[in-house]
């Protein structure tokens, strides 16, 4: 193997990894923020008794699983804007895409642990005369939150991971850059391989402590 | 919102759908193959006391698991042919990132299925007079295979699932077939709405087996 390693190109460019490091960071954290939160709206809508409410979430839940993540970017950037009406940016549709894959799979967290939580403490607060939306909100809720953390943290992760499919769309976030930084100087082999390096050091830690919280429950239980 | 849904342009290259979908299942079931076979190999590393194979099949299994598919995807294809001085197909490169990734989530598997068993098992059987190799055929083998059903269908899944990213590379799969039909007939909306249903087809049904199977499993025992 002759090859002669140089990372000259990926240094003299670094600050252009860097300013695709920032967007993959911030297209993750409000992806993440709202699928939390639309996610929630679902799981609640989950363990409804209305046939309807649960019905709509199963389908979204089971479309948004159930399609490979890129198909529903590309759907969200070129079919979307047709009933929309209007040209999405390639960044309004990453986040659209991966703030509703994303909630799907967060609903669907809400779910489980609404529903391990023991019977007894629903009657508990009804007995103490807590509406459903008190008992949800002051007695299950806080206590499922906690019993989740490790999923939440698992699917940070797996978001984390997809939103370099944003890079297809033309996001400039780091795979993005990494592809244009490879086609222009022709080193794939060097600015690919920081790529996945910085994807490395971005997500690591993350898992780390996931792992770590995992146990830390488990032994606590 | 008014829309004229036209499917005629999608009927006529009909044909080309299926050829991508046909795609779409031959690169998963041979990427799923192949991964058994890495996974089998990486999980007996894993599983070793030798720390000079426990330790880089770990850091193998860490490495694909805070990486995206898409930085092996486009590493495969575009730097590894500069290592090895020969050029790969899009289909070579996309099963080589499809296989060695799955290949790690498999390994975990395979590891985590043997782990699971508890120590009395393997006490007893010593007890009985048996060998290292004699228990593992007899007693945890045949144990812990119940247990990975679940987890390793779920891995299929979600590969299944990744190889929507082989359209990257420009493999005929049914992602890409389908941005081919777009560009002739310049309707995204019925072409990626009729890809994101062709891939829920397949997809549902494969869960569906999936929680059929899982639920069969969780009878027995």
Redesign the interface.
């Known amino acids: ?1 002759e ?1 002669t390693w140089d990372f000259g190109v990926v240094l003299a460019n670094f600050p252009v990894l860097l300013r695709g490091v920032l967007l993959t960071l911030e297209l993750w954290a409000i992806a993440l923020a709202l699928g939390l939160a639309l996610g929630l709206g679902l799981g609640l809508a989950r363990v409804s008794r209305r046939a309807w409410l649960n019905g709509t979430a199963i389908a979204y839940v ?2 948004f ?8 970017l ?2 969200f950037f ?2 979307f804007p ?2 929309l009406g209007h040209q999405l940016t390639p960044f309004a549709a990453a986040v659209l895409g991966l703030t509703l894959n994303t909630s799907a799979y967060c609903a669907e967290i809400f779910r489980g642990g609404i529903q391990s939580i023991a019977r007894g403490q629903w009657e508990g607060a009804r007995a103490l005369g807590m509406t459903y939306a008190m008992a949800m909100r002051r007695i299950v809720l806080p206590q499922v939150l906690k019993r989740m953390l490790p999923a939440f943290t698992n699917r940070g ?1 797996e978001l ?6 944003a ?2 769309l033309a996001v400039h976030e780091v ?1 993005y850059q ?2 244009l930084l ?1 086609s222009t100087f022709y080193r ?2 060097e600015v ?2 920081v ?2 390096f910085i ?2 050091l971005l ?2 830690p993350g ?1 780390y402590l996931s792992a770590r919280l995992e146990r830390r429950l488990a032994t606590r239980d | ?1 008014s ?1 004229q849904w036209d499917f005629s342009g999608i009927l006529r290259y009909g044909d080309m759908l299926l050829i991508g979908l046909f795609g779409t299942v031959k690169i998963a079931v041979i990427s799923i193959v192949l991964g058994v076979v890495v996974g089998l190999l990486v999980a007996l590393l894993r599983l070793s006391s030798n720390p000079w194979a426990r330790k880089p099949a770990g850091a193998f299994i ?2 694909y ?8 995807f ?2 495969f294809f ?2 590894l042919p ?2 090895i ?1 020969v050029n790969l197909d899009p289909f070579a490169a996309a099963v080589l990132a499809l296989s060695t990734q799955s290949g790690a989530f498999y390994a975990e598997v395979f590891r985590g299925g043997i782990v699971s068993i508890e120590r009395g098992q393997w006490e007893g059987a010593k007890a009985l007079g048996m060998n290292y190799q004699m228990m593992m055929r007899r007693i945890i083998v045949p144990q812990a295979l119940r247990r990975m059903v679940a987890p390793f269908v779920e891995r299929s899944f979600e590969l299944t ?5 082989a ?2 590379l420009a493999y005929a799969e049914l ?1 890409y077939q389908a941005m081919q039909v ?1 560009s002739i007939t310049f309707r ?2 019925e ?3 009729s ?2 249903v062709l ?2 087809v397949l ?2 049904t494969l ?1 569906t087996l999936m929680r059929l199977v899982e639920h069969r499993l969780s009878r027995v025992g």
């Open positions: 193997m090859y089971e479309i699983r159930n399609t490979p993540v890129l198909v529903q590309i759907w070129f079919a047709i009933i992760i984390a991971k997809v939103t370099s499919l890079s297809v795979m990494g592809r490879s794939p082999l690919l391989s790529v996945a994807y490395f997500i690591y898992s | 919102m829309y860490e490495f698991r805070n990486t995206p598919p898409i930085v092996h486009f590493w575009y730097a500069i290592l001085c699932k990744t190889t929507a990213l359209s990257t992602l777009n995204p909306m072409v990626y709405t890809v994101a891939f829920f997809l549902f869960s």
